[in-house]
């Protein structure tokens, strides 16, 4: 199957600060990157649809501001979390797809600690 | 957000028996999913279905899209060790996924 690849793999972060998550996809053309949070013993929770070129729709609850996604080019997408809090602290993780109902590549997944 | 009701929670059982787990929404899905999540890891795809009432085996997993395409079982045979693992189902609207709550399977060898 295709590889997206997510980076980092972890980070630890003072409170305040801001955290840049990377996910490529390495051998396709991703027009649709998703950006998922999971905390611990809990399932995968949409937080946002991200299209190159445009700006990424946020699922509702989900702040905009805190949480920004560039989708600049077909194979990256970058999540800033900015002003990073405790209850910030999940894993994250990013789904590349190629076109519509095409099936979606999961990256590694980030795991965010906020300290 | 949305979600899936997936079942059991978790399930602990001997090596060499199977496993059932099913998810049910209210919601209809034209695709269904199965993954498998190891720790730290992000989720792996096992089997996709498509149609209402697909039946897909993938060794010794199999799944079925149920026929009013809101619900979905997915049985491990045989199981082993590397079974364990935390199970997903997922439903797909245009390439984003709902997902269900997950079954942590554990596996006495």
């Known amino acids: 199957g295709a590889v997206v690849s997510q980076h980092p793999s972890r980070v630890i972060c003072k409170s305040g600060t801001s955290v840049k998550i990377e996910c490529r996809s390495l051998d396709f053309q991703a027009t649709t990157m998703f950006w998922y949070r999971q905390f611990p013993k809990q399932s995968l929770m949409l937080m946002a649809t991200s299209n190159e070129g445009s700006k990424a729709t946020y699922e509702q609850g989900v702040e905009k501001d805190k949480f920004l996604i560039n989708h600049a080019s077909l194979t990256l997408s970058t999540l800033t979390v900015t002003s990073a809090h405790p209850e910030d602290s999940s894993f994250y993780i990013c789904?590349?797809?190629?076109?519509?109902?095409?099936?979606?590549?999961f990256g590694q997944g980030t795991r965010l600690t906020v300290v | 957000g949305q979600q899936l009701n997936q079942s059991p929670q978790s399930m602990f059982i001997q090596e060499g028996e199977d496993v059932s787990m099913n998810c049910t929404s209210s919601s209809i899905f034209n695709t269904w999913l199965w993954y498998k999540q190891d720790p730290g890891e992000g989720p792996v795809l096992l089997i996709a279905?498509?149609?209402?009432?697909e039946l897909t085996s993938n060794g010794r997993l199999t799944a079925q899209f149920g026929i009013t395409r809101k619900d979905s079982f997915l049985n491990i045979s045989a199981s082993i060790p590397s079974d364990v693992g935390i199970y997903f189902c997922a439903g797909s609207q245009g390439g984003k996924l709902i997902f269900g709550q997950g079954t942590e399977l554990s596996v006495k060898p």
């Open positions: 789904s590349a797809v190629q076109g519509p109902d095409t099936e979606a590549f």
């Open positions: 279905l498509y149609k209402a009432g």
